[in-house]
């Protein structure tokens, strides 16, 4: 099973879980609506939430979760040279104490 097919599973999943929950609340507020005004505005809320939440879903896919590969290249580097500071006992912790600072944190892609 290839991945857009898995996305459209788990999307087709929370759709029918949102809209079965949906229409049971519709079923118990339709009573509500002959007695009262606020039925109406509560059915017409309940819509337009399930109706948005829906779209959400369908439309979440737009974005991007996952870092770049240069990132992981560069927080791999950095595990690997704290590795080496460890192993050779190099690491003072008098001396990161007194340097903690955010100058001294480089975090730019130039490294």
């Given at each position: 099973?290839?991945?857009?097919?898995?996305?459209?599973?788990?999307?087709?999943?929370?759709?029918?879980?949102?809209?079965?929950?949906?229409?049971?609340?519709?079923?118990?507020?339709?009573?509500?609506?002959?007695?009262?005004?606020?039925?109406?505005?509560?059915?017409?809320?309940?819509?337009?939430?399930?109706?948005?939440?829906?779209?959400?879903?369908?439309?979440?896919?737009?974005q991007k979760v996952a870092l770049p590969f240069d990132n992981y290249q560069q927080i791999e580097q950095r595990i690997r040279n704290l590795e080496t500071i460890a192993s050779n006992g190099n690491l003072d912790t008098d001396t990161i104490h007194k340097n903690h600072n955010v100058e001294s944190l480089n975090y730019s892609r130039d490294q």
């Open positions: 099973m290839n991945k857009i097919t898995k996305k459209n599973d788990i999307k087709v999943n929370a759709t029918a879980i949102i809209w079965g929950c949906s229409t049971g609340m519709m079923a118990i507020l339709i009573s509500h609506v002959a007695m009262s005004t606020s039925g109406l505005i509560l059915l017409l809320v309940l819509i337009s939430g399930t109706s948005l939440t829906t779209i959400l879903i369908w439309h979440s896919d737009n």
